[in-house]
């Protein structure tokens, strides 16, 4: 069965730190790989997508590791702004763009 | 340039009842995923469709019935509704003939479902 995980929160840091964020998937197939933000009672926002090794825009920067099975998301210099949750997802399978999703992990940035 | 549309924005059933959930995809997508949302969950994928057919369906009962309309909008039906029906239930559409790595999904604002 293909699972999602993703490490348990609340992360609280305060501003400027640097925060990381780790999620497993225990379907070795999988390929496409996404990191969403969601802010409360909001929709989930695509933040960044990962195809290969990796992606990198601005402060964010997430890594794949297929060997172990994982995917990190790290937050460079944390702004107030960044605190919301933070969801992992990949494809439900590879015959469509549907998605499942982690339980996600809850940021919070604090001056 | 248009994005997810849902209604209505909230919703109050009791148990028992039936409810139907509205949702028009982003401009230019053909596809509409739903997906149910708990309080303090990820997002459960519920099914989706294209081109009028249910093309995939996670894990839910089949109190859980939708349908696609010509013009891509898309609509959830839930029927006997249980306490633990009471959720986020947000729709994201894509384009199907693109899929792949450039097709993430966009969502709706959500409709946000209580069951009394």
């Known amino acids: 069965r293909k699972e999602v995980e993703q490490d348990p929160g609340p992360f609280n840091v305060p501003e400027g730190a640097t925060v990381a964020f780790n999620c497993t998937y225990s379907n070795s197939a999988s390929q496409s790989f996404f990191w969403y933000r969601q802010d409360c009672r909001k929709e989930p926002k695509l933040l960044m997508s990962?195809?290969?090794s990796g992606n990198e825009d601005g402060r964010f920067t997430a890594q794949l590791n297929r060997a172990s099975q994982y995917i990190s998301l790290l937050i460079r210099d944390s702004k107030l702004s960044d605190s919301a949750t933070y969801l992992c997802?990949?494809?439900?399978?590879?015959?469509?763009?549907?998605?499942?999703f982690g339980k996600g992990t809850t940021l919070s940035v604090s001056s | 340039d248009a994005g997810v549309t849902q209604s209505p924005t909230h919703l109050i059933k009791t148990r028992g009842q039936q409810v139907t959930l509205r949702c028009s995809p982003k401009?230019?997508?053909?596809?509409v995923s739903w997906y149910q949302q708990a309080l303090g969950q990820g997002p459960q994928f519920i099914f989706q469709y294209y081109e009028e057919e249910e093309r995939q369906r996670g894990n839910f009962p089949d109190r859980f019935s939708g349908h696609q309309f010509p013009n891509y909008s898309s609509e959830l039906n839930v029927n006997a509704l249980l306490l633990g029906d009471s959720a986020l239930y947000l729709c994201?559409?894509?384009?199907?003939?693109?899929?792949?790595?450039?097709?993430?999904?966009?969502f709706g604002d959500g409709t946000r479902l209580s069951i009394l």
């Open positions: 401009s230019g997508h053909d596809t």
């Open positions: 997802a990949t494809l439900y399978n590879q015959a469509g763009t549907a998605l499942i």
């Open positions: 994201a559409s894509s384009h199907f003939k693109r899929q792949g790595r450039h097709q993430p999904q966009h």
């Open positions: 990962v195809y290969s």
